[in-house]
């Protein structure tokens, strides 16, 4: 299948498309995390649970080297190097290693995480299980798709028929809270999965794998290209409080939009 460059994105100073170049980087960062699983890799630790390994570094060194020479004026936010050349109109959010703790245990649950937003509205999303060979991407306007094929959210209205996926992060009281809630909802689903992910979590929600998944730390790195993912799929992300999540919201709730709102009801009454 050829990929035509979007209109809607701008073109790199090679003279290709954004998405292109988003695909070509997270390929890259993926083949280096897929040789260096299972290996020793050096730890970091950044706080209680929170590991920065090397295949992270390396991993993030590749994408910004490609994105950078693409697009040297666009500004970056990534979860290792934080931000650069903020005040840019576009802004390239990156992580490259979501799961670090999958990966340094040795389960392949992970993935890269790419996503291009203008003024805070995101163009383009890409998340690529590197174990599976699985791209997961999206252009505003033009559908989801994993690989070549256009995906859709599951159509599942009821809770008792939800597969329901949830993270924890590494915020200790909202994961307590999101522990608690999930205590009381287990009883009424149809079953739960710890994905370990949060962007691999959004992505099966937008492929139809998981009929819901809610968090409740997330940062932009982690929720960009989930956000993109699952509206072109035909879904809904929005915060607890149900206004429409931007990259900006800690708590997400992403299903169709009848599932979720059934879900939100549940979190007022429970």
């Excluded at 701008?10 to 040789?35: N, T």
């Excluded at 260096?36 to 570094?57: Q, S, Y």
């Excluded at 970056?76 to 340094?104: A, C, K």
């Excluded at 993270?167 to 009883?187: H, V």
Aim: charged share 25%.
């Amino acid at each position: 299948m050829t990929e035509k460059p979007s209109a809607s994105l701008p073109i790199s100073v090679q003279g290709k498309s954004a998405y292109l170049v988003a695909r070509h980087a997270a390929v890259e960062a993926g083949r280096i995390l897929r040789q260096r699983f299972g290996r020793h890799n050096a730890i970091e630790v950044k706080g209680r649970r929170n590991l920065v390994t090397e295949a992270d570094l390396l991993s993030e060194k590749t994408i910004l080297k490609i994105i950078t020479a693409a697009f040297p004026e666009h500004g970056i936010m990534s979860e290792e190097v934080g931000n650069r050349r903020e005040g840019s109109e576009y802004i390239w959010i990156i992580d490259p290693l979501d799961g670090t703790n999958n990966f340094h245990f040795g389960m392949p649950l992970f993935c890269v995480n790419i996503a291009l937003a203008r003024r805070n509205e995101v163009l383009l999303g890409i998340t690529f299980d590197p174990m599976r060979n699985e791209i997961y991407r999206a252009v505003r306007g033009g559908g989801a798709y994993l690989n070549n094929k256009r995906i859709g959210v599951a159509d599942v209205v009821e809770l008792e028929d939800a597969a329901v996926g949830v993270d924890l992060g590494y915020d200790a009281e909202r994961s307590n809270d999101l522990l608690e809630t999930a205590m009381k909802l287990w009883p009424k689903i149809h079953c739960m999965r710890l994905i370990g992910s949060s962007s691999l979590g959004m992505a099966y929600v937008a492929a139809g794998r998981l009929s819901l998944y809610f968090h409740r730390s997330l940062y932009p790195w982690d929720s960009a290209s989930g956000l993109l993912l699952i509206g072109e799929a035909g879904g809904e992300v929005t915060n607890y409080a149900g206004r429409l999540a931007t990259i900006h919201d800690r708590e997400i709730i992403a299903a169709n939009p009848r599932l979720g709102r059934v879900f939100r009801d549940w979190l007022v009454k429970k």
